[in-house]
């Protein structure tokens, strides 16, 4: 294409994703200029010459969008799920959860695509999912305010922050945190979704999107995105404070209103999830994000 137009700013286009996100305001603008592109020419004929400019997704092997971030920041942003949560430790509600969207550090080398089969972990009995959504970090910066954070959003992406209850809860007793029940596997993808392509989903500075989660074809979990409490701006607020986000870090949202087993419990819903179940996650204009546990 670059020979044909003498145009030779789309070989400036680092190679991944991940690079792309270091200078996302160029990188983003030349890739919506191929998409412009190529909408003016036959895509099917362009193929056929052997030009290499696309691939049938059904070919492809979906990694997380970003498969080798530097960080994933988990927050704790859904009221709902959070009072579920603290119920059955016989916790109320801390009164500074509405002050601070608070996170912990997830594993940022255990992430999967859609597609991808998910090994059954270790020394668990209680195998959950979690429906959730993420933000991918655009540029990178370092004490963002809540004002200007929208900047830095590169996009959304669906999430299943897989936990096992039973390693959870022993951590859980100790007031640490959550760390060898969640850091086996995390879920992300398949894609990720652009700000402008959702634009029409804000409604009153909240974003509308219904979320599903089926479990071998059955509904289990139902929830929206309007019901977070802590926007993702203010979660990019805390994350950079006193730090420097980077380009393709993860930020999750946190567990929908009963977007997992232990919030709904497992008498409800046939059991903690076992070896050869799969776990479809939908959100609306972001996709579906598809898993089999093994």
């Given amino acids: 294409m670059a020979l044909n137009t003498g145009d030779n700013s789309f070989t400036k286009i680092p190679n991944t994703l991940k690079d792309a996100l270091k200078e996302w305001d160029k990188n983003f603008e030349r890739l919506k200029m191929i998409d412009l592109k190529i909408s003016e020419n036959n895509l099917e004929d362009l193929i056929s010459k052997n030009n290499e400019i696309a691939f049938l997704e059904s070919e492809l092997d979906l990694l997380s969008p970003v498969p080798d971030p530097q960080s994933?920041?988990?927050?704790?942003?859904?009221?709902?799920?959070?009072?579920?949560?603290?119920?059955?430790?016989?916790?109320?509600?801390?009164?500074?959860?509405?002050?601070?969207?608070?996170?912990?550090?997830?594993?940022?080398?255990?992430?999967?695509?859609?597609?991808?089969?998910?090994?059954?972990?270790?020394?668990?009995?209680?195998?959950?999912?979690?429906?959730?959504?993420a933000v991918i970090i655009a540029n990178g910066g370092s004490n963002i305010s809540a004002d200007n954070?929208?900047?830095?959003?590169?996009?959304?992406?669906?999430?299943?922050?897989?936990?096992?209850?039973?390693?959870?809860?022993?951590?859980?007793?100790?007031?640490?945190?959550?760390?060898?029940?969640?850091?086996?596997?995390?879920?992300?993808?398949?894609?990720?979704?652009?700000?402008?392509?959702?634009?029409?989903?804000?409604?009153?500075?909240?974003?509308?999107?219904?979320?599903?989660?089926?479990?071998?074809?059955?509904?289990?979990?139902?929830?929206?995105?309007?019901?977070?409490?802590?926007?993702?701006?203010k979660m990019i607020e805390r994350a950079s404070m006193n730090t420097h986000l980077l380009p393709g870090d993860y930020l999750g949202s946190g567990t929908v209103g009963t977007g997992c087993i232990l919030e709904l419990r497992p008498e409800n819903t046939g059991g903690w999830l076992k070896k050869g179940d799969v776990v479809k996650m939908e959100v609306e204009r972001l996709g579906v994000l598809e898993n089999k546990i093994i």
């Fill in 149 to 233: 954070a929208g900047n830095y959003i590169a996009g959304y992406t669906i999430c299943n922050d897989w936990s096992a209850r039973d390693l959870q809860r022993e951590e859980m007793a100790m007031s640490l945190g959550p760390a060898k029940g969640k850091d086996f596997a995390s879920s992300f993808g398949p894609y990720l979704v652009t700000p402008d392509e959702i634009e029409k989903s804000w409604k009153n500075d909240k974003l509308h999107l219904e979320m599903t989660c089926h479990v071998n074809g059955k509904l289990i979990s139902k929830g929206n995105t309007n019901d977070l409490y802590h926007p993702f701006t």
């Fill in 72 to 133: 994933f920041r988990e927050f704790y942003a859904f009221e709902q799920h959070v009072r579920a949560a603290r119920k059955l430790r016989g916790l109320e509600m801390h009164p500074d959860w509405f002050k601070i969207p608070i996170f912990y550090f997830s594993n940022p080398s255990a992430l999967y695509g859609h597609g991808a089969e998910i090994p059954y972990p270790f020394k668990t009995k209680e195998l959950d999912f979690e429906l959730e959504f």
